[in-house]
């Protein structure tokens, strides 16, 4: 009698947002189930360390310095991605930024960045990897939403506004898509630095109540091996994780 199989194994997948926090958390879960993990953020010196570990464990990973705001930087992450293993097979756009604050308070500049973040961060990730996924005949795109993408609260507004976005996207290009796997992932709380440039006295208010019962980023870890872990002919489409004590 064989084992299960493991449909994760010398996948190549990229993740954004993996120098902390869920991105972390997943691709040294990825790592450890045999997967080729491709890691990309801003803090290159953070993820070299990271990278040193899971190689230290057994485990292949690369890391490369990325602004997932710019379309060419997410370009070049994967094609070095596809350059070094011959192929990319899922990409988790998972870097995302929450400056909370009242509407009132009008921090454009902080709108601004959640938009280039967490909307086009996730558009550009998607174009960087469609022709390749549609030439190879297959692919899978996961991206980070939140339960902010099916609720609203005071001072998280334009969070939340991003987060439905990620969704609908994700919808659309689950619809449009024959051949490429779509699965959107909606953590609740999450003890990540998410939240740490939050500027607004009621802002960070907010998100220490919520924290007050949070997930560690290896429960979302384990969400999206989940979706990554089944047969090619099965899409999980989304995956909502909250803290079992929690009303939102």
Avoid at 48 to 74: F, L, N, P, W
């Amino acid at each position: 009698m064989t084992g299960p199989v493991n449909y994760v194994e010398n996948k190549t997948i990229i993740i954004t947002g993996a120098s902390s926090g869920i991105g972390e958390a997943t691709a040294k879960l990825l790592a450890q189930w045999g997967a080729k993990v491709v890691l990309a953020a801003r803090r290159t010196e953070r993820l070299d360390e990271i990278v040193t570990e899971i190689e230290a464990s057994g485990g292949t990973a690369m890391a490369r310095a990325v602004d997932v705001t710019q379309a060419d930087s997410v370009e070049g992450l994967v094609y070095q991605a596809h350059n070094l293993f011959g192929r990319v097979d899922a990409i988790f756009n998972n870097a995302g930024v929450m400056p909370l604050a009242h509407l009132s308070e009008l921090k454009t500049d902080e709108w601004d960045n959640m938009i280039n973040v967490n909307i086009r961060g996730v558009l550009n990730g998607i174009a960087a990897v469609l022709p390749l996924f549609e030439q190879q005949g297959g692919g899978h795109v996961i991206n980070t939403a939140s339960i902010a993408a099916h609720m609203v609260a005071p001072s998280a507004a334009v969070y939340c506004g991003t987060k439905y976005a990620v969704w609908a996207i994700s919808e659309g290009l689950r619809q449009e898509s024959t051949n490429v796997r779509v699965t959107t992932i909606s953590p609740g709380v999450v003890e990540t630095e998410l939240g740490h440039d939050i500027t607004d006295p009621t802002g960070k208010e907010l998100l220490a109540q919520f924290r007050q019962i949070a997930l560690s980023p290896d429960a979302i870890a384990r969400a999206v091996l989940y979706a990554l872990d089944q047969p090619e002919d099965v899409d999980v489409n989304e995956v909502i994780v909250r803290p079992t004590a929690s009303a939102f």
